[in-house]
């Protein structure tokens, strides 16, 4: 599946705002035949209306029944789905020992099995038809460590580990799987916090011209921006120790504890941590 997006039917999950609405933007700008879906049905209509995307509609990525119900009307209305795109996620942050347990499961639940459940979904459509691509927006917080995030690192170190698995798992059934790793994005799931030293946030722009660019051409793994990814993939030959004073000396153990400024990210707090509506749309 390489080439011209021209008419290809692409699905993407949390796609009222952020990452998600803006790779909608990029695809139907691509040619593209796009669908999203979310929970926030007033963000959701929005979206569709400024991305002007081919359809749109409810979707609990949490529930099968809700995934099999979205991808088979993508499929009754639009054709059969050659891409899903597994963008919806939270991002809570703050100490471990504040994290309640409702708290911990609503990431795990959105994060982890909103991508398993979308991934299986989408595999009982491709799978007979020997062709499609499930790519899955994951974070490079799945590669390293970021105090304040440690059950969100945890989610995106699980997505890598599926994918890749179900990757190997159904290399010769005509559907490719790709990561997507970015670096802390400049959305509302970064509200109130500051950059990390010498690495700025990515705009939602640039991953979604990197969903674009897999699509077209599909790899395994892809992360933005290149240069944090080369920062993060060359710790794992750096002395611990050495890593993690570097980490204290530039005080980027506290961007995600101490430094966050509570009142601008309540609003984002509050829907991820399900004390109002549409937490998934909020990457």
Not at 127 to 132: D, L, T
Not at 187 to 192: H, K, P, Q, R, Y
């Amino acid at each position: 599946m390489t080439g011209s997006l021209q008419g290809r039917v692409i699905a993407i999950t949390g796609g009222a705002r952020g990452i998600g609405l803006a790779t909608a933007r990029a695809l139907v700008a691509a040619g593209a035949r796009v669908a999203i879906g979310d929970v926030d049905a007033d963000a959701l209509a929005a979206g569709a209306e400024s991305a002007r995307v081919h359809l749109y509609g409810a979707l609990d990525v949490t529930d099968p029944a809700s995934f099999d119900a979205f991808l088979d009307r993508v499929e009754r209305e639009l054709g059969p789905v050659d891409v899903l795109v597994n963008n919806a996620g939270i991002m809570p942050v703050g100490a471990l020992t504040d994290e309640p347990d409702a708290v911990a499961r609503r990431i795990m639940d959105v994060n982890v099995h909103g991508v398993i459940i979308g991934t299986k979904s989408a595999l009982h459509r491709m799978v007979p038809r020997r062709r499609g691509h499930v790519v899955s927006i994951a974070s490079m917080a799945g590669e390293t460590v970021a105090p304040g995030l440690a059950t969100y690192c945890a989610s995106k170190s699980a997505v890598i580990a599926f994918t890749e698995a179900a990757r190997v798992e159904y290399r010769s059934s005509g559907v490719e799987f790709s990561l997507v790793l970015p670096w802390f994005v400049n959305t509302e799931l970064t509200a109130g916090t500051r950059d990390v030293p010498f690495m700025k946030k990515a705009e939602p722009e640039d991953i979604a011209q990197a969903v674009v660019r897999l699509v077209e051409k599909p790899r395994p793994k892809v992360r933005i921006p290149a240069s944090a990814g080369a920062i993060v993939v060359s710790q794992r030959f750096m002395p611990r120790r050495l890593g993690e004073f570097v980490s204290r000396r530039f005080g980027s153990e506290q961007i995600f504890l101490g430094d966050v400024d509570a009142e601008r990210r309540r609003a984002y707090e509050d829907r991820a941590r399900g004390q109002s509506s549409a937490p998934e749309s909020t990457r």
